[in-house]
């Protein structure tokens, strides 16, 4: 079985800094992904970054850049000159041996001005 | 093509009614995800198809939640005599396949009063 833990269930970061949401997960798998979705309110979900665990090259996608420690079974998310419209639910998600995703139970992210 | 939709948006029905949600992939996309969404956590997975064929189902699929796909398009996610704790909300995704980028739908909120 898969789980996917967040341990931060809200963070803040002041506009234009840098803020970093952990995730830790747990398979059997030798094959998988590791996805960030981000959640706005009252809006769907989005696909933010994802990661080939078979790559050792962490993903990037702009201000979006993750750091994937594959023996420590960390993946986490940093956010680089965060912008008020990245104001969401950030969730951790994982994917192997099924093509069903197993999700944390999400972080809160508030961008103050 | 405006993304995966969902109808209703929102149903607020009585213990003991049977409701039927719908989602309508994007039209390339040959499979189609049920997920439900619980205040306060991540999607947890219910049932994905390929196609019309229903290949995996969640042990929180309880015998009251039935799910088709007939003719491989839309979906339907019924729930049968309706109870308090099945109030959340249900998230309908797609995509082409396999390990490919899953697109969320809106959601249908459910309250059972």
């Known amino acids: 079985a898969q789980t996917v833990t967040q341990s931060q269930p809200e963070m803040s970061v002041q506009e234009a800094e840098t803020v970093t949401l952990s995730c830790t997960y747990d398979?059997?798998?030798?094959?998988?992904?590791l996805f960030w979705y981000k959640q706005p309110p009252s809006r769907q979900m989005i696909l933010v970054i994802r990661?080939?665990?078979?790559?050792?090259q962490n993903a990037t996608e702009n201000r979006f850049s993750v750091n994937f420690q594959k023996a420590a079974k960390s993946f986490s998310l940093k956010i680089s000159d965060s912008q008020l419209g990245d104001a969401a639910m950030y969730f951790c998600?994982?994917?192997?041996?099924?093509?069903?995703?197993?999700f944390g139970k999400g972080t809160k992210l508030t961008v103050n001005p | 093509d405006t993304g995966v939709s969902q109808n209703p948006r929102h149903k607020i029905t009585k213990r003991g009614q049977n409701v039927t949600f719908r989602c309508d992939p994007i039209?390339?996309?040959?499979?189609l995800y049920w997920y439900r969404q619980t205040l306060g956590q991540g999607p947890e997975f219910l049932t994905y198809?390929?196609?019309?064929?229903?290949?995996?189902k969640s042990r929180l699929l309880s015998d009251r939640f039935s799910a088709e796909r007939p003719k491989g398009s839309f979906s339907t996610l019924e729930i049968q005599r309706t109870e308090q704790g099945d109030s959340a909300m249900y998230l309908c995704?797609?995509?082409?396949?396999?390990?490919?980028?899953?697109?969320f739908g809106p959601g249908t909120r459910l309250t059972v009063l």
């Open positions: 995704a797609s995509s082409l396949g396999g390990t490919d980028e899953q697109f």
């Open positions: 398979t059997s798998e030798s094959d998988y992904y």
């Open positions: 990661q080939e665990a078979y790559k050792q």
């Open positions: 998600a994982s994917q192997g041996g099924s093509e069903k995703l197993v």
């Open positions: 039209s390339e996309h040959n499979r």
């Open positions: 198809f390929q196609n019309e064929a229903q290949l995996e």
